[in-house]
T-cell receptor, first 109, second 117 residues
Framework: GQNIDQPTEMTATEGAIVQINCTYQ??????LFWYQQHAGEAPTFLSY??LDGLEEKGRFSSFLSRSKGYSYLLLKELQMKDSASYLC??????????WGAGTKLIIKP | GAVVSQHPSWVICKSGTSVKIECRSL??????MFWYRQFPKQSLMLMAT?????????EQGVEKDKFLINHASLTLSTLTVTSAHPEDSSFYIC?????????????FGPGTRLTVL
């Protein structure tokens, strides 16, 4: 079967670093996505990993290990505007996105 | 990047009426569009996959007669909530897949907030 899991909520301090983990199980895999979603808004694309390793994009980085079914999103130099839900999703063999429940990230001053 | 629009952004209607939501890909052709529903503090729930020129594929538990999907062109898909009831109040989001993109990624519309009185 397919499943995907990520923590429900995390809290971090402004200026710090936070890592949001995501684990998944699937037989067919065409990449893993991270999206950011602010309350009341649609998700916006952050990153895509299809090969193992770390992809860095400014303050955000995403890592993938296909053998472990594991990914993380790393946010550096946290800003208050980073308070949002972060959704991980993998694309299955039918190119359909399977979504995690999202991690609500709370940034404190 | 690719842009997807949705209309209307929000709608309030009386119970029993029907509501149509439009999803348009503005600068690319989308053979596949997706319709999601999201209740407060919950994750996205895929309702159906819409393919241009063919019938939509509905997820288990989604009533196809209640949520009518039409994907008549490569840039437009519509979702009609028929005989809406208060429990249909939700945030409806569409996305469109850009097959020309490197990632085969989905681009999301801004969402439509539906409130049924």
């Amino acid at each position: 079967g397919q499943n995907i899991d990520q923590p429900t909520e995390m809290t971090a301090t402004e200026g710090a670093i936070v890592q949001i983990n995501c684990t998944y199980q699937t037989s067919g895999f065409n990449g893993l996505f991270w999206y950011q979603q602010h309350a009341g808004e649609a998700p916006t694309f952050l990153s895509y990993n299809v090969l193992d390793g770390l992809e860095e994009k400014g303050r955000f980085s995403s890592f993938l290990s296909r053998s472990k079914g594991y990914s993380y999103l790393l946010l550096k130099e946290l800003q208050m505007k980073d308070s949002a839900s972060y959704l991980c999703a993998f694309m299955d063999s039918n190119y359909q996105l399977i979504w995690g429940a999202g991690t609500k990230l709370i940034i404190k001053p | 990047g690719a842009v997807v629009s949705q209309h209307p952004s929000w709608v309030i209607c009386k119970s029993g009426t029907s509501v149509k939501i439009e999803c348009r890909s503005l600068d690319f052709q989308a053979t596949t569009m997706f319709w999601y529903r999201q209740f407060p503090k919950q994750s996205l729930m895929l309702m159906a996959t819409s393919n241009e020129g063919s019938k939509a594929t509905y997820e288990q538990g989604v009533e196809k007669d209640k949520f009518l999907i039409n994907h008549a062109s490569l840039t437009l898909s519509t979702l009609t909530v028929t005989s809406a009831h208060p429990e249909d109040s939700s945030f409806y989001i569409c996305s469109a897949r850009d097959v020309a993109s490197s990632y085969n990624e989905q681009f999301f519309g801004p969402g439509t907030r539906l409130t049924v009185l």
